[in-house]
């Protein structure tokens, strides 16, 4: 321990005098408030008429709005696997054709040799904290507390048919709130958990306010069973849902004020953003995709395009951000902003949007891989985007391979209503050398979603 933290200060020392302009006082703190379900038409500034964000949508006045910021998956686990490591779900095995969430019986999660966001910034003495869902493996190897971060208070993996449970004539959600690697309270009362999650990010944000910190809080909400606090009851005139979002927005303005309070907000980058699209299938307990089509767990624009809002006073400039970014550029683009070179033993599929955020340049990415599972059913290069498959978000035996590809123009059709492959077939040619050589970077691994154990069903 004594040698790990001498080796932790000599890097900090070293990166002060050997890369310029990032002197240690200089590192700035990193927030990701992170919903779970969340869509592209949920917030105001998105363009939902009845559900009231004014605490994201100031960010939004205040930052960049960005209106094509894509996710690694369309359903959780590969997306927050993404988002973690920087790199695509496929690399690190966390993703499977059939078993697309790791689960209550999973065996396997985020492999040891994978570098997380929080073990990347460690290099530079940054303190993290994860506050909120992990879903990434819930055996203790796989904890946060074992893949770089210092702190973790939330849940291990998310609500499913295999947590639903009835009690005396009840149906409960048989889940446990954790802190460290110890359980709390089971089955957590989940109509608390937005509240004490943002109690617990105050606190650790009053207590690192002396350190550079990372802060990663993942909201279980508004993700079904939607579950509010009393103060949030009938407060939305969307209902339930809008209850939820409304309250994870008052969440979002205590980060704020207390940034604020402790006079930290401009050395403070915060990012608000969601895992996937909505659960169109909840019906009034899922959100919407807005003028986007599709949803959570399918490859059109709505599973996997997001809100996202980017916020450091004195940094970034107000903006309405059109270029192409994934929470998988967030791991180089923290990295640089930190002064920590990235590491060069591995292949990342994350772009550093530094310049786009200090608005001195454009985002380098050109191109969005639309994954379901381990295969590549989707394309994004440039305005276009090529479906080799598709095939609806649940329930239905529906995939469909096309040949030629659907082609969309997605800067004059978000909406995907308008096949243009017979107009653009040197379109189409391109993107499909894009994926010839994109599938030549892939090298096979071990498939962590696969690993899970027998489950004896009693009738």
Same mark, same amino acid.
């Given at each position: 321990?004594?040698?790990?933290?001498?080796?932790?200060?000599?890097?900090?020392?070293?990166?002060?005098?050997?890369?310029?302009?990032?002197?240690?006082?200089?590192?700035?703190?990193?927030?990701?408030?992170?919903?779970?379900?969340?869509?592209?038409?949920?917030?105001?500034?998105?363009?939902?008429?009845?559900?009231?964000?004014?605490?994201?949508?100031?960010?939004?006045?205040?930052?960049?709005?960005?209106?094509?910021?894509?996710?690694?998956?369309?359903?959780?686990?590969?997306?927050?696997?993404?988002?973690?490591?920087?790199?695509?779900?496929?690399?690190?095995?966390?993703?499977?054709? /059939?078993?697309?969430?790791?689960?209550?019986?999973?065996?396997?999660?985020?492999?040891?040799?994978?570098?997380?966001?929080?073990?990347?910034?460690?290099?530079?003495?940054?303190?993290?904290?994860?506050?909120?869902?992990?879903?990434?493996?819930?055996?203790?190897?796989?904890?946060?507390?074992?893949?770089?971060?210092?702190?973790?208070?939330?849940?291990?993996?998310?609500?499913?048919?295999?947590?639903?449970?009835?009690?005396?004539?009840?149906?409960?959600?048989?889940?446990?709130?954790?802190?460290?690697?110890?359980?709390?309270?089971?089955?957590?009362?989940?109509?608390?958990?937005?509240?004490?999650? /943002?109690?617990?990010?105050?606190?650790?944000?009053?207590?690192?306010?002396?350190?550079?910190?990372?802060?990663?809080?993942?909201?279980?909400?508004?993700?079904?069973?939607?579950?509010?606090?009393?103060?949030?009851?009938?407060?939305?005139?969307?209902?339930?849902?809008?209850?939820?979002?409304?309250?994870?927005?008052?969440?979002?303005?205590?980060?704020?004020?207390?940034?604020?309070?402790?006079?930290?907000?401009?050395?403070?980058?915060?990012?608000?953003?969601?895992?996937?699209?909505?659960?169109?299938?909840?019906?009034?307990?899922?959100?919407?995709?807005?003028?986007?089509?599709?949803?959570?767990?399918?490859?059109?624009?709505?599973?996997?395009?997001?809100?996202?809002?980017?916020?450091?006073?004195?940094?970034?400039?107000?903006?309405?951000?059109?270029?192409?970014?994934? /929470?998988?550029?967030?791991?180089?683009?923290?990295?640089?902003?930190?002064?920590?070179?990235?590491?060069?033993?591995?292949?990342?599929?994350?772009?550093?949007?530094?310049?786009?955020?200090?608005?001195?340049?454009?985002?380098?990415?050109?191109?969005?891989?639309?994954?379901?599972?381990?295969?590549?059913?989707?394309?994004?290069?440039?305005?276009?985007?090529?479906?080799?498959?598709?095939?609806?978000?649940?329930?239905?035996?529906?995939?469909?391979?096309?040949?030629?590809?659907?082609?969309?123009?997605?800067?004059?059709?978000?909406?995907?209503?308008?096949?243009?492959?017979?107009?653009?077939?040197?379109?189409?040619?391109?993107?499909?050398?894009?994926?010839?050589?994109?599938?030549? /970077?892939?090298?096979?691994?071990?498939?962590?979603?696969?690993?899970?154990?027998?489950?004896?069903?009693?009738?």
């Amino acid at each position: 321990m004594v040698m790990s933290r001498l080796i932790i200060v000599l890097v900090n020392f070293l990166s002060t005098i050997l890369l310029p302009g990032k002197g240690k006082s200089d590192l700035p703190n990193f927030v990701i408030i992170f919903c779970d379900d969340l869509g592209y038409g949920d917030i105001g500034v998105y363009g939902h008429p009845t559900i009231r964000t004014p605490n994201v949508d100031r960010l939004a006045f205040e930052g960049q709005k960005w209106t094509s910021f894509y996710n690694a998956a369309s359903v959780s686990t590969p997306s927050r696997a993404g988002l973690l490591t920087g790199r695509l779900p496929v690399r690190s095995g966390m993703c499977n054709d /059939t078993i697309r969430v790791s689960t209550p019986n999973s065996l396997g999660g985020l492999p040891q040799s994978e570098i997380t966001i929080a073990e990347q910034l460690s290099k530079a003495g940054y303190i993290s904290a994860c506050i909120g869902k992990w879903h990434v493996g819930h055996l203790p190897q796989f904890l946060p507390l074992n893949n770089g971060f210092d702190y973790f208070e939330g849940l291990p993996y998310a609500n499913g048919g295999m947590t639903r449970k009835v009690v005396n004539g009840k149906v409960i959600f048989d889940i446990p709130l954790m802190r460290g690697n110890e359980e709390i309270e089971r089955p957590v009362d989940q109509s608390t958990l937005t509240k004490r999650y /943002t109690e617990a990010a105050l606190k650790f944000i009053e207590q690192n306010a002396g350190n550079h910190f990372f802060l990663y809080l993942a909201h279980t909400m508004p993700h079904v069973p939607l579950s509010r606090s009393h103060d949030f009851v009938d407060v939305s005139l969307r209902g339930l849902y809008g209850d939820v979002v409304e309250e994870i927005d008052w969440s979002v303005g205590e980060i704020i004020k207390k940034l604020k309070d402790l006079g930290i907000e401009k050395n403070t980058l915060v990012v608000f953003t969601s895992d996937n699209g909505p659960w169109l299938t909840q019906k009034l307990n899922g959100g919407s995709s807005g003028i986007l089509s599709g949803e959570k767990g399918d490859t059109y624009e709505g599973g996997f395009r997001v809100p996202a809002v980017f916020w450091w006073p004195g940094t970034i400039e107000p903006d309405v951000i059109m270029d192409a970014g994934t /929470t998988m550029d967030l791991f180089p683009t923290f990295s640089v902003l930190a002064g920590i070179p990235m590491p060069k033993d591995r292949i990342y599929d994350g772009y550093d949007l530094s310049k786009v955020i200090c608005g001195t340049g454009k985002s380098g990415r050109d191109i969005v891989y639309y994954y379901r599972g381990t295969r590549v059913f989707a394309i994004r290069k440039g305005a276009y985007k090529a479906h080799f498959v598709t095939k609806s978000a649940y329930g239905r035996d529906d995939e469909k391979k096309h040949d030629p590809p659907l082609l969309f123009n997605l800067e004059t059709d978000p909406s995907e209503k308008y096949d243009i492959a017979s107009q653009h077939p040197d379109v189409i040619e391109d993107i499909e050398k894009v994926l010839e050589d994109h599938l030549k /970077t892939l090298t096979p691994v071990e498939n962590q979603l696969a690993k899970t154990q027998r489950v004896s069903i009693v009738r």
